[in-house]
């Protein structure tokens, strides 16, 4: 791309980070001329960890191993978070769950470019391996990357990007991240996790909370929560090992390349569920006011429509728990807020039937935290159940079925 197409103001920003990627990177190699002058070990294994950034896909954050050996001509950044738009059937394996994901590698100067254009913080720990370890990771990363190698089936938190750092660093360590943390229960859940790091996102979270089921509820250990890059950073910072008989950190060095702009998100989990709730009230006044307004628009079409729309939306949550391998979807309890069945009930004549249906399952999915407590869904139940309520409602209060008569009038206030 020429100059004269870039804005200047943007260009002069991009050209400003690039050159502040430079002077971060000198100023954070003082070890690398002392490696060089020791003959004995040229190679150094850094663990990169990246900020979370502004596209939904990247609220988790992402993590790398940078590996730097001039006996091996490297000063590349090895990467597992490649996806291809391209690849055979994508949208169809990203909805059964086979989604493949691939590694490679790149020389770190374009890619630490490529991290803080996008204005994600660039954090770098040196690990202390010894050269035997140091070559080990290497030649795995190397293989890694082959094309006959490189592509993996990914899962959102059993085998994603951050899982395969974890263990190629095991790999490194003889077992030792897995002996030491498969024995460490975490604090919080993968829901936990989901939930913190998608909060500022409103749409995205409702999305998650009400795809995901119980299975992500469970408890779990260190070890399965580095599927959070920070949380394996925050780990290795605090591992020690034993070189040559003696303890000594896992981590020798710990930069700051970049610093990001974004906001952090929160570091624990907390009571969202109402800001559902103001929405879900203010829908249904909105919907009072219209029918106030709008004579033609009566609360049984109103309802009739949601009804049709939630159903739907619970036939994709079955679509999910029998059809595809998202593991995570399946015992999904929202089912008691969106369900198939809704589509039925709109269309049922007896509607005092329908009614009391629609009030009897929203009763038990009030009940369901405390009748069922293996999966949360106070932020679903906050958006939805009014929902449901006020249209089991309008449906139980129908006066007869001579109003549901073709070129019968509906009433306003029914």
């Known amino acids: 791309m020429y100059w004269t197409e870039i804005p200047v103001a943007e260009a002069c920003l991009r050209y400003a980070r690039r050159i502040f990627l430079c002077l971060s990177l000198v100023l954070a190699w003082p070890a690398y001329l002392q490696a060089e002058a020791t003959p004995a070990s040229t190679i150094e294994v850094w663990l990169v960890t990246y900020g979370p950034g502004e596209i939904y896909w990247q609220r988790f954050g992402h ?34 769950g086979k989604l ?20 994600r913080s660039i954090r770098a720990q040196r690990l202390n391996l010894s050269t035997d370890q140091s070559l080990r990771l290497a030649e795995y990363l190397l293989s890694e990357v082959r094309p006959e190698n490189r592509d993996y089936l990914y899962d959102y938190y059993t ?23 498969q024995a460490i229960s975490a ?24 795809g995901l089921g ?39 060095d710990d930069v700051m390349i970049y610093e990001s702009s974004l906001e952090s998100p929160p570091a624990a989990v907390a009571q969202w569920w109402p800001r559902y709730l103001l929405v879900s009230v203010s829908i249904l006044f909105a919907c009072w006011l219209a029918c106030f307004l709008l004579p033609a628009l009566t609360p049984l079409r109103l309802v009739r429509a949601w009804l049709i729309v939630a ?39 007896q509607k005092r039937m329908a ?35 006020a249209s089991g409602l309008v449906l139980f209060r129908r006066p007869s079925r001579q109003a549901d008569q073709p070129g019968a009038p509906e009433a306003v206030g029914q």
């Open 214 to 252: 119980p299975g992500v509820d469970r408890k779990i250990n260190r070890w399965e929560e580095f599927f959070i890059p920070s949380e394996l950073a925050s780990a290795v910072e605090k591992t020690s090992v034993t070189l040559n008989g003696v303890g000594q950190p896992l981590v020798l």
């Open 159 to 181: 085998n994603n990007c951050s899982t395969r750092i974890r263990d190629a660093l095991d790999l490194a360590l003889d077992g030792k991240l897995a002996e030491e943390y």
């Open 63 to 96: 993590n790398a191993i940078w590996i730097r050996d001039q006996d091996l001509g490297l000063n590349h950044v090895f990467n597992f978070g490649f996806f291809d738009f391209e690849q055979e059937a994508f949208f169809r394996r990203f909805l059964q």
């Open 311 to 349: 159903g739907l939306v619970g036939a994709a949550l079955m679509f999910f728990w029998f059809f595809t391998d998202h593991r995570v979807a399946r015992f999904n309890l929202n089912l008691l807020v969106f369900n198939p069945l809704w589509c039925f009930l709109a269309v049922l004549k």
């Open 100 to 119: 493949l994901y691939f590694s490679a590698a790149q020389p770190a100067e374009r890619e630490f470019s490529h991290y803080i254009d996008e204005n």
């Open 187 to 210: 604090k919080l859940s993968w829901r936990d996790h989901t939930r913190r790091l998608t909060v500022s996102d409103f749409w995205l979270y409702l999305g998650l909370e009400t």
């Open 355 to 389: 009614g009391a249906t629609l009030l009897t399952l929203s009763a038990l999915a009030l009940l369901s935290p405390v009748l069922l407590p293996v999966q949360y869904n106070l932020d679903v139940l906050a958006a939805v159940l009014p929902l449901n309520i």
